[in-house]
């Protein structure tokens, strides 16, 4: 894998839930966990044309990024096919069903959509 170019796995976190750090990073865990979940626990044939990246992302050193969105940027990036969208279940500091983070499958840094270039690193 290029240092130049590399694998990249995007998650997006929703800012205006001011979610605290503890909070935050179970929601981008849970992120990548349903990411890996989706290819790693179903048919084969299911998420055929994600699964050599995914596989070749884990080869690597798993590179992430965690950026921040506003609620007018969140719909748009809906709009991008996420490969799993975060709903919490409420238990503790938002309520049962927000949408908190957004995990895009692993993708080259120079293959990210123009949206995901435009935000923020959290």
């Not at 966990?33 to 044309?49: E, S």
Request: hydrophobic share 45%; charged share 20%.
């Amino acid at each position: 894998m290029s240092d130049a170019d590399p694998l990249v796995m995007y998650l997006v976190a929703r800012e205006s839930l001011n979610m605290s750090p503890g909070k935050l990073a179970a929601q981008v865990g849970h992120g990548v966990q349903h990411v890996l979940a989706a290819v790693l626990l179903n048919a084969p044939t299911t998420f055929a044309h994600v699964r050599p990246r995914l596989l070749q992302w884990l080869a690597g050193d798993y590179r992430k990024v965690v950026l921040r969105a506003s609620d007018a940027e969140w719909g748009r990036l809906k709009d991008l096919n996420p490969a799993a969208i975060v709903t919490d279940d409420g238990h503790t500091e938002v309520n049962p069903g927000t949408e908190t983070v957004l995990a895009f499958w692993p993708m080259r840094k120079s293959e990210r959509p123009s949206l995901l270039k435009r935000l923020r690193v959290l």
